[in-house]
């Protein structure tokens, strides 16, 4: 893999007005690859002047010819070029997810990518299909109704899944008409800065896309701050999206938050075990955890609880983690060593208040790197920190019930709503269960099935907005009604 060697970023550079440059005092600092601990390359680390000369840009960008004088068919056409251009730059942005986040390449490949440019294809088709109303107003007049976009969106993305997460937004805000300033995660910039040279070489206009790397207290909150900037779509935890809602707030900007959660997956004794222990692995240590929608809280009845861990036990025993790049392993790192040692600390804290490790409990691998072992604990009541808190590691906790109203019980007892799944053969269970349980999406017999057209986002402390599907556009566009009087 010689890009490994060679990144395609151009080196400690922003990405403001369709060209790369240097942060306004050129200050940069370090990416790492998290399954080496080695420097990837070197990213710009902006300003609050950076970020404003990104917003002007966006500003600029939104009122010209070339981006706001695009009809509908020419706005989707680019939609559409954009994602055969992804497409045709597949293997680099995966290989860059892969260095980045320490997501096995098989992974970035077969999902992260393809996955990306599907929903530039599904937002561009949509584009067409955008229209208003026109309804009768007393004395023959008519009330037209149009939908349009804010103008200048700010994003703001997590660390876990940078590229997809990105263009869930990025997509559905071009489709509507706006213009973006992205803020990325400190850790994983890459794919976006590539992603926004991309575009441009696809045909989007200078200024539509911008991406101002640095830290969130800075550049981030100044663009939950700035009063150019009309709707800001937020992906990260509930704390920060508490703060940025706050602050959002002072120049009444709309948001959408996509928060944190704490998935409970819930096994009744009437499901096909095979087919749970594979999804129920899979919604726990996919991503190595780092995922907003895992299953990290395993409920299971009584009656199967002993054969369940069982299963898991040795499932998660088996599972292959190392080098990302190796197209064998299903586990990489975690993405940064401040995350290996959240993870540690709430492993420390899952014992200290009486759980039991069943496997895993250390880090994994020869000491380089931040990986750690798939882990399991049982012996956990709902209310221990490690089923309450987000711990976003391959940590399971596993809890057992009795019945239906207990389990939902559990499921629901957190501030958390974004994921759940249940796991039965018993149809009306299935819908009955679903019905009650307070989560954005609920999976049955399944986990983390995604669709592009599929909505996803958060009850209660998980946030609120959704993405993808024909609500996610939705969150772009602002109604206006114009009445036309007759007389
Ligand atoms: P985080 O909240 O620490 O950071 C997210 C982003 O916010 C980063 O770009 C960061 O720089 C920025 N930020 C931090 N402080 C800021 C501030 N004061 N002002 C403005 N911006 C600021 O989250 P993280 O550790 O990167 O990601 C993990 C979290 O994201 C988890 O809680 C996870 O559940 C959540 N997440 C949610 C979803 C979803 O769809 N609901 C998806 C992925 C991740």
């Known amino acids: 893999m010689s890009l490994q060697a060679r990144p395609t970023i151009a080196d400690g550079q922003l990405f403001i007005d369709g060209k790369f440059r240097p942060a306004e005092h050129g200050e940069t600092r370090e990416v790492v690859n998290p399954a080496t601990e080695e420097v990837i390359c070197r990213v710009a680390w902006g300003t609050v002047a950076d970020l404003d000369q990104a917003v002007s840009a966006a500003q600029a960008a939104f009122e010209s010819e070339e981006w706001g004088g695009l009809t509908l068919p020419q706005r989707g056409r680019l939609l559409l070029r954009i994602a055969d251009a992804i497409d045709a730059h597949a293997e680099e942005l995966a290989l860059l997810e892969s260095l980045n986040v320490g997501k096995p390449i098989t ?46 969106v700010g994003a703001i993305t997590p660390f876990n899944f940078p590229l997809n997460l990105a263009i869930n937004k990025i ?24 992603l926004a040279e991309i575009m441009v070489e696809a045909g989007l206009p200078a200024g539509v896309y911008n991406v101002v790397t640095g830290e969130g207290a800075t550049v981030g909150a100044r663009l939950a701050e700035h009063p150019g900037v009309r709707k800001l779509a937020f992906t990260g935890s509930t704390a920060t999206g508490k703060r940025l809602i706050a602050t959002a707030a002072q120049t009444m900007k709309k948001v959408t938050a996509e928060l944190g959660g704490k998935g409970a997956n819930i ?36 009656d199967i609880h002993d054969e ?48 039991t490790v069943v496997t895993g409990g250390a880090p994994a691998g020869d000491g380089r790197g931040f990986f750690y072992q798939p882990t399991i604990f049982t012996g956990v009541t709902p209310q221990m920190r490690i089923a309450q808190e987000e711990i976003f590691g ?37 819908h009955q269960v679903s019905a009650r349980l307070q989560a954005g999406i609920v999976w049955v017999n399944a986990w983390a099935m995604f669709e592009n057209s599929i909505p996803i986002g958060g009850y209660k402390q998980s946030g609120f907005g959704r993405e993808l599907g024909p609500e996610g556009i939705d969150e772009y566009l602002q109604l206006k009604t114009v009445v036309i009087n007759a007389e």
Not at 400 to 406: A, G, H, L, M, S
């Open 267 to 302: 096994v009744f004794a009437d499901a096909n075990l095979d087919a749970v222990t594979q999804w129920a692995h899979l919604a726990a240590f996919a991503n190595t955890g780092q995922f907003c929608m895992s299953g990290s809280r395993l409920l299971v009845q009584r």
């Open 107 to 152: 992974v970035a490949s077969a999902f992260d990518l393809p996955f990306a440019s599907s929903v530039f294809r599904y937002y561009g088709g949509m584009v067409e299909q955008l229209e208003g109303s026109a309804r009768p107003a007393a004395r023959r007049s008519i009330a037209i109704t149009r939908k349009e976009p804010y103008g200048v």
């Open 394 to 430: 391959p940590v399971l906790t596993v809890i057992p019930f009795e019945d239906e109203d207990e389990a939902v019980a559990i499921a629901n007892g957190t501030p958390y709503g974004l994921a759940a799944g249940l796991h039965t053969t018993d149809l009306s269970r299935a």
């Open 308 to 355: 369940m861990v069982e299963r898991m036990v040795a499932r998660a025993a088996a599972t292959a983690v190392g080098d990302p790049l190796d197209p064998r392993t299903e586990m990489g790192p975690l993405a940064h060593r401040t995350q290996l040692e959240r993870v540690m600390e709430y492993v420390a804290i899952g014992k200290a208040e009486g759980a």
């Open 171 to 194: 997509a559905a805000a071009l489709a509507a008409g706006n213009t973006i300033v992205h803020k990325p995660a400190e850790q994983t910039p890459l794919s976006t800065l590539r």
